[in-house]
């Protein structure tokens, strides 16, 4: 049922108010309910940031069968509120190359910053090499915990040939620079959405080696899946906004890997983490594309 408070919502954003009928419609009538990630079964969990299912099926390399599924949320902050919350998990590790995990109160064994020690100041992201090579360290360090590797790609900036000259010619700009979401800029006439899709999925490409060397490499049962998609234009939607709900921002991919004996997860302790500089984490958000809050 339909608050009163949800009423006057929609009629003050008409946009928000007609995806969330759309949300209640997809979820209660067509049965996409979103995923519980705590409550599926698995060792290692790994992220790709952004990245749709029909993305993934176009360039999946693995040797699996890949389920779609739906996020509970459209957008990264959103999909860690969603699925850790304030929790404590004294079993998991987190190494993430998002700076969005620094906004969360969910304690963690141990996390791992990517964003900030392994950033590549060329490429405006953290490499997803990197990503592999902290993800297995921690694996070693942590025998028997859980381990969650947060990777940015597919999510913009794009790293490959296709996508770096596309920000060589000036045809897309970062956000940061130009005070707009990148995604918006695909409105412009003199965009091509159609290369701006091979970039995307030129992104996906250059990180899936890197995945599937660490999916080799842990024990136990491995998921890989996303924390949400991106538009390009449907229903006048770009980029992965909090206010919309469209298939292309929820559907992702499910990829469930089985490589030997199941770890032995034992507790720990649960901490908050290291702290971070505001400044830094504003930084590396902008040139992520994110727009400041």
């Not at 490429?123 to 997803?128: A, H, R, S």
């Not at 005070?179 to 990180?207: H, I, P």
Request: hydrophobic share 35%.
């Amino acid at each position: 049922m339909i608050s009163l408070a949800e009423i006057r919502k929609g009629i003050k954003n008409p946009r928000a108010g007609f995806f969330e009928l759309f949300r209640r419609f997809d979820r209660n009538v067509l049965g996409n309910r979103p995923i519980s990630i705590l409550e599926e079964d698995w060792d290692s969990l790994i992220i790709l940031d952004g990245c749709r299912f029909d993305l993934f099926e176009e360039a999946n390399t693995f040797d699996v069968a890949v389920e779609e599924v739906t996020s509970p949320a459209t957008y990264t902050r959103g999909f860690l509120e969603a699925t850790f919350d304030n929790g404590d998990f004294p079993s998991t590790v987190l190494v993430s190359a998002n700076p969005n995990s620094e906004f969360i109160g969910a304690r963690f064994h141990s996390r791992i910053p990517l964003w900030d020690d392994e950033w590549d100041d060329e490429l405006g992201v953290t490499p997803p090499q990197a990503v592999t090579d902290a993800a297995l360290a921690a694996n070693n360090q942590y025998p028997e915990k859980r381990i969650v590797v947060h990777y940015m790609q597919p999510h913009y900036p794009f790293i490959g040939e296709i996508g770096r000259d596309l920000t060589e010619q000036e045809i897309l700009h970062y956000q940061h620079a130009h005070g707009d979401d990148f995604w918006r800029q695909l409105t412009d006439e003199n965009v091509d959405k159609e290369l701006v899709w091979d970039a995307y999925k030129e992104n996906l490409e250059l990180a899936l080696p890197h995945v599937e060397d660490l999916v080799r490499e842990l024990s136990g049962k491995s998921i890989v899946t996303s924390d949400h998609g991106n538009e390009f234009g449907r229903f006048g939607v770009y980029g992965h906004p909090d206010w919309a709900y469209t298939p292309g921002l929820v559907r992702v991919p499910w990829a469930v890997f089985e490589n030997g004996d199941r770890r032995t997860i034992t507790e720990g302790t649960a901490t908050a983490g290291p702290a971070s500089e505001q400044s830094t984490v504003k930084d590396r958000l902008a040139m992520l594309g994110y727009a400041e809050d």
